[in-house]
Protein backbone atom coordinates (compact mmCIF):
# COMPACT_ATOMS: atom_id res chain seq x y z
CA UNK A 1 0.00 0.00 0.00
CA UNK A 2 2.60 2.46 0.96
CA UNK A 3 4.45 1.74 -2.25
CA UNK A 4 1.47 1.93 -3.98
CA UNK A 5 1.10 5.96 -2.86
CA UNK A 6 4.75 6.60 -3.89
CA UNK A 7 4.29 5.33 -7.03
CA UNK A 8 1.16 7.29 -7.78
CA UNK A 9 2.61 10.61 -6.17
CA UNK A 10 0.29 10.26 -2.96
CA UNK A 11 3.41 10.37 -0.73
CA UNK A 12 6.48 12.49 -0.78
CA UNK A 13 8.42 11.55 -3.62
CA UNK A 14 11.44 9.82 -3.82
CA UNK A 15 14.27 10.69 -5.57
CA UNK A 16 17.54 8.86 -4.86
CA UNK A 17 18.00 5.36 -2.57
CA UNK A 18 19.23 7.54 0.83
CA UNK A 19 15.77 9.59 0.34
CA UNK A 20 14.07 5.80 -0.42
CA UNK A 21 15.66 4.21 2.48
CA UNK A 22 15.01 7.06 4.56
CA UNK A 23 10.68 7.19 3.61
CA UNK A 24 11.11 3.37 4.07
CA UNK A 25 12.23 3.87 7.84
CA UNK A 26 10.38 6.42 9.03
CA UNK A 27 7.05 4.46 7.53
CA UNK A 28 7.73 1.24 9.09
CA UNK A 29 10.74 0.80 11.86
CA UNK A 30 9.78 2.23 15.23
CA UNK A 31 11.65 4.72 16.97
CA UNK A 32 13.26 1.80 19.18
CA UNK A 33 13.65 -1.30 17.85
CA UNK A 34 15.87 -2.64 20.72
CA UNK A 35 13.60 -1.96 23.06
CA UNK A 36 10.90 -3.47 21.35
CA UNK A 37 12.57 -6.51 21.11
CA UNK A 38 13.27 -6.39 24.82
CA UNK A 39 9.75 -5.89 25.64
CA UNK A 40 8.74 -8.78 23.60
CA UNK A 41 11.16 -11.22 25.12
CA UNK A 42 9.72 -10.09 28.48
CA UNK A 43 6.20 -11.06 27.58
CA UNK A 44 6.94 -14.00 25.61
CA UNK A 45 5.54 -17.70 26.95
CA UNK A 46 5.55 -21.19 25.48
CA UNK A 47 2.00 -22.15 24.30
CA UNK A 48 2.39 -24.46 21.88
CA UNK A 49 5.68 -26.72 21.52
CA UNK A 50 8.84 -25.97 23.00
CA UNK A 51 10.86 -26.12 19.54
CA UNK A 52 8.51 -23.45 18.12
CA UNK A 53 8.96 -20.89 21.34
CA UNK A 54 12.90 -21.77 21.36
CA UNK A 55 12.76 -20.33 17.31
CA UNK A 56 10.22 -17.46 17.99
CA UNK A 57 12.48 -16.44 21.32
CA UNK A 58 16.03 -16.77 19.55
CA UNK A 59 14.29 -14.75 16.52
CA UNK A 60 13.42 -11.95 19.12
CA UNK A 61 16.60 -11.93 21.03
CA UNK A 62 18.84 -11.43 17.63
CA UNK A 63 17.42 -8.02 17.71
CA UNK A 64 18.57 -7.15 20.99
CA UNK A 65 22.39 -6.33 20.20
CA UNK A 66 23.31 -6.37 23.78
CA UNK A 67 21.75 -9.33 25.23
CA UNK A 68 24.10 -11.54 27.06
CA UNK A 69 23.83 -15.72 26.52
CA UNK A 70 22.70 -15.61 30.38
CA UNK A 71 19.79 -13.20 30.34
CA UNK A 72 18.64 -14.91 27.23
CA UNK A 73 18.51 -18.57 28.92
CA UNK A 74 16.93 -16.92 31.73
CA UNK A 75 14.18 -15.44 29.78
CA UNK A 76 13.85 -18.52 27.91
CA UNK A 77 13.53 -20.96 31.19
CA UNK A 78 11.51 -18.40 32.83
CA UNK A 79 8.96 -18.25 29.50
CA UNK A 80 8.81 -22.13 29.30
CA UNK A 81 5.23 -24.29 30.36
CA UNK A 82 5.49 -24.56 34.30
CA UNK A 83 5.96 -28.64 33.84
CA UNK A 84 9.16 -28.20 31.33
CA UNK A 85 10.15 -25.23 33.08
CA UNK A 86 11.18 -27.45 36.12
CA UNK A 87 12.66 -30.31 34.25
CA UNK A 88 15.22 -28.23 32.07
CA UNK A 89 16.14 -25.86 35.19
CA UNK A 90 16.83 -29.46 36.42
CA UNK A 91 19.55 -30.06 34.05
CA UNK A 92 21.08 -27.18 34.53
CA UNK A 93 21.67 -26.49 30.63
CA UNK A 94 24.29 -24.11 29.50
CA UNK A 95 22.53 -22.03 26.82
CA UNK A 96 19.86 -21.28 24.72
CA UNK A 97 21.47 -24.35 22.01
CA UNK A 98 21.30 -26.64 25.10
CA UNK A 99 17.95 -25.83 26.86
CA UNK A 100 15.53 -26.55 23.95
CA UNK A 101 17.13 -30.20 23.81
CA UNK A 102 15.50 -31.10 27.00
CA UNK A 103 12.57 -30.98 26.90
CA UNK A 104 12.19 -33.24 23.81
CA UNK A 105 14.21 -35.75 25.31
CA UNK A 106 12.34 -36.61 28.07
CA UNK A 107 8.84 -36.16 26.38
CA UNK A 108 7.59 -32.42 27.91
CA UNK A 109 6.23 -30.00 25.72
CA UNK A 110 7.73 -32.63 22.60
CA UNK A 111 9.41 -30.63 19.84
CA UNK A 112 6.49 -30.79 17.60
CA UNK A 113 2.92 -29.25 18.55
CA UNK A 114 0.89 -31.88 15.97
CA UNK A 115 -2.14 -30.12 16.04
CA UNK A 116 -0.38 -27.18 14.61
CA UNK A 117 2.26 -27.63 12.75
CA UNK A 118 2.82 -23.66 12.07
CA UNK A 119 2.59 -23.23 16.22
CA UNK A 120 3.63 -19.55 17.34
CA UNK A 121 4.12 -18.63 20.58
Known sequence: ??????KTGGAAEVIDYEAFKKQLCERFLTSDPVG??????????QT????????I??????????????ESLDRYIRGLKSGVTAHVKLHHPRDTEEAPQLPSRQGHGSG???Q??????
Not at 1 to 6: A, F, P
Not at 36 to 45: G, H, Q, V, Y
Open 57 to 70: LRSVALNVTDIFAA
Open 48 to 55: KSAKSYSS
Open 112 to 114: YDH
Open 116 to 121: DPKAYS
Open 1 to 6: MWWRQV
Open 36 to 45: DARDRLAELK
